[in-house]
C-alpha cells in the first residue's frame, strides 16, 4: 500500500491512517536497555502488532533484541520501512532526516518530546509526511482501543469516567 504525503502535521484522523496504512517501522535510536522508551515501544510493536519491525542502533548492530536483529543503519535494512520512528535527540534530527529520504520511506515520526522544525520543512519538501511529538505507541494503543490514562494498555475498554 502506498502512503500519501501529508504536506501539513497529521491530524489524529490522519495519524490513524498512516498506522493503519503501514506495514513495517523502524525504530531509529532503538536501546536494548529495558529501562528506555524505545526499548518498551518496540516490546508493545513486537507483542501487539504485526508490523514488520527494524530496530537501528550502531552499538549494538549485530545483535538480536526481542528475536529481531539490530541494524547499524538505516542502509543496512532489507527493505524500506513505511515508518521510521525516532528516539534521537533533537539536534540530531536533520542527519536522521537526510537518512530517510536518501532511504525513501514515506513517513518519519519524531518521539514524543522531539520536535525540530528545520529537520520537519526538509523533510516535507522532500515529500515526507512527517509527525511530531507523538508517542508512536501510544497512538496505535489509542487507535486500536488499549490506552489507558498513563498510556499503558490495561486491556479494559470501558467509557466510565475513573474517579479522581
Known amino acids: 500500500m502506498t502512503i500519501a504525503q501529508i504536506p501539513h ?6 495519524r490513524q491512517g498512516l498506522l493503519r496504512a503501514a506495514a513495517s517501522i523502524a525504530i531509529v535510536g532503538f536501546s536494548a536497555n529495558t529501562a ?4 518498551y515501544v518496540a516490546t508493545y510493536l513486537t507483542q501487539d502488532t504485526d508490523y514488520r519491525l527494524y530496530f537501528i542502533n550502531p552499538n549494538a548492530a ?4 526481542l ?3 539490530v541494524y547499524a543503519s538505516l542502509a543496512d535494512l532489507p527493505e524500506t520501512p513505511d515508518i521510521v520512528d525516532v528516539f534521537r535527540r533533537a539536534s540530531d534530527l536533520p542527519a536522521v532526516v ?3 529520504i536518501a532511504l525513501g520511506s514515506p513517513v518519519v515520526w519524531f518521539q514524543l518530546g522531539l520536535t525540530n522544525d528545520e529537520a520537519a520543512t526538509t523533510a516535507r519538501a522532500a515529500g515526507l509526511t512527517v509527525v511530531q511529538n507523538r508517542c508512536l505507541k501510544i497512538e496505535h494503543a489509542r487507535f486500536h482501543g488499549g ?7 490495561t486491556g479494559l475498554i470501558t467509557s466510565r469516567r475513573i474517579a479522581r
Open 9 to 14: 502535521e497529521p491530524t489524529a484522523r490522519e
Open 98 to 100: 537526510d537518512e530517510v
Open 67 to 69: 528475536g529481531r536483529p
Open 147 to 153: 490506552l489507558h490514562l498513563a498510556g499503558f494498555d
Open 62 to 65: 549485530g545483535r538480536e533484541v
Open 36 to 39: 528506555r522508551s524505545s526499548y
